[in-house]
Each structure stands twice: as structure tokens, then as C-alpha cells.
């Protein structure tokens, strides 16, 4: 296994970088892995989310990640948020990384179809049983989010229309 080469001119454009998109408590990290033994992407086998994310960038390894899909991974459910214990709030870092890689325009192409369906009805993940689960439980088969709310969705689709986002034509 080849060694890890630590530059610090690296490290402090990394941690700069990721601090400007929105993910500004990475510093805060200890490593103890507590957002990602919540994490339902890890469970579900996207390995470098949460805790491996942000040791990868805070050892200044942005460009050799740069196409790892594991990032699109993550369901938006701030599980990791809410149990770290430093407030780092993993789900910015993961969002900023992904504002990074958009920017490059390093997506995943799993990720299209959540962006597509995130301009349309306002949620990234939708599905034809959601409804019905709803329906089923006794709540309105709409949630009461951006997929019933027109000026929601309308502003949701002006952010998209002005990010790099656009500039991939998938809207």
C-alpha cells in the first residue's frame, strides 16, 4: 500500500474549500465515527460518507476523490448531525463536498435522477409506493412539503437553474 503524502498547502485548501460551500464544522471532528454508525448510506454500502469523507478531506485528498460516488449517497436524513457529539454536522460537510464535485461537474450518474425529480416535484426522492404507504398509515398521500406547495417548487427550481446543476442540461 503506497503512502499517504501529507501537504499541508493540500490540507488548508481542502478544509478553505469545503468551509466556503457550507460545511464550515469540519474542523470540529474527532473521528469517532458516530455519524457514520447511524449513517443509512454506509449500511447501505456508499463507504466514504460521514466519517472517511472528512478524514479524506482534512488529509487534503479533494482531487483524489474527487469522483467517488459515495457522496450522492446520502438521503438528506441528518441522522449524523444529530448524534455528533462535536457539532461538525457531517450533513454539510457531504453536502458542501457534493457542491464541490458539482462544481467540477464530478457527478454520479445516480445522482440525476434524484436532481431531476428534486426540480420537478420539489424532493429528491420520491416513488409511486410513497403515496399509498402514506395512504395507508392515515396521512395525506401528498407530504405537506414542496410537492404541494407551487411557490416552493418554483423557487426550488430558480436555485437549480442557477447552479452548476444546470449546466449538465438533465432539467
Given at each position: 500500500?503506497?503512502?499517504?503524502?501529507?501537504?499541508?498547502?493540500?490540507?488548508?485548501?481542502a478544509?478553505?474549500?469545503?468551509?466556503?460551500?457550507?460545511?464550515?464544522?469540519?474542523?470540529?471532528?474527532?473521528?469517532?465515527?458516530?455519524?457514520?454508525?447511524?449513517?443509512?448510506?454506509?449500511?447501505?454500502?456508499?463507504?466514504v460518507?460521514?466519517r472517511?469523507?472528512?478524514r479524506?478531506?482534512?488529509?487534503?485528498?479533494?482531487?483524489?476523490?474527487?469522483?467517488?460516488?459515495?457522496?450522492?449517497g446520502?438521503?438528506?436524513?441528518?441522522?449524523?448531525?444529530?448524534?455528533?457529539?462535536?457539532?461538525?454536522?457531517?450533513q454539510?460537510?457531504?453536502?458542501?463536498?457534493r457542491?464541490?464535485?458539482a462544481?467540477?461537474?464530478?457527478?454520479?450518474?445516480?445522482?440525476f435522477?434524484?436532481?431531476?425529480?428534486?426540480?420537478?416535484?420539489?424532493?429528491?426522492?420520491?416513488?409511486?409506493?410513497?403515496?399509498?404507504n402514506?395512504?395507508k398509515v392515515?396521512?395525506?398521500?401528498?407530504?405537506?412539503?414542496a410537492?404541494?406547495?407551487?411557490?416552493?417548487?418554483?423557487?426550488?427550481?430558480?436555485?437549480?437553474?442557477?447552479?452548476?446543476?444546470a449546466?449538465?442540461g438533465i432539467?
Amino acid at each position: 500500500m503506497p503512502a499517504l503524502i501529507i501537504e499541508n498547502d493540500k490540507i488548508k485548501e481542502a478544509v478553505q474549500t469545503i468551509i466556503d460551500l457550507g460545511g464550515d464544522g469540519i474542523l470540529k471532528c474527532v473521528q469517532c465515527g458516530a455519524c457514520s454508525a447511524v449513517c443509512p448510506g454506509v449500511k447501505a454500502g456508499f463507504p466514504v460518507l460521514c466519517r472517511l469523507l472528512i478524514r479524506k478531506i482534512l488529509n487534503g485528498q479533494m482531487e483524489e476523490t474527487i469522483e467517488e460516488v459515495s457522496t450522492w449517497g446520502c438521503q438528506s436524513c441528518n441522522r449524523c448531525t444529530e448524534i455528533c457529539p462535536q457539532g461538525v454536522r457531517p450533513q454539510e460537510v457531504v453536502f458542501a463536498y457534493r457542491r464541490y464535485q458539482a462544481n467540477d461537474l464530478a457527478l454520479s450518474t445516480s445522482a440525476f435522477g434524484p436532481q431531476m425529480s428534486l426540480y420537478q416535484v420539489g424532493h429528491a426522492v420520491t416513488t409511486e409506493a410513497t403515496a399509498e404507504n402514506r395512504k395507508k398509515v392515515g396521512l395525506d398521500p401528498v407530504p405537506p412539503t414542496a410537492l404541494n406547495n407551487a411557490q416552493a417548487q418554483k423557487e426550488i427550481q430558480t436555485l437549480l437553474d442557477n447552479s452548476p446543476m444546470a449546466d449538465l442540461g438533465i432539467f
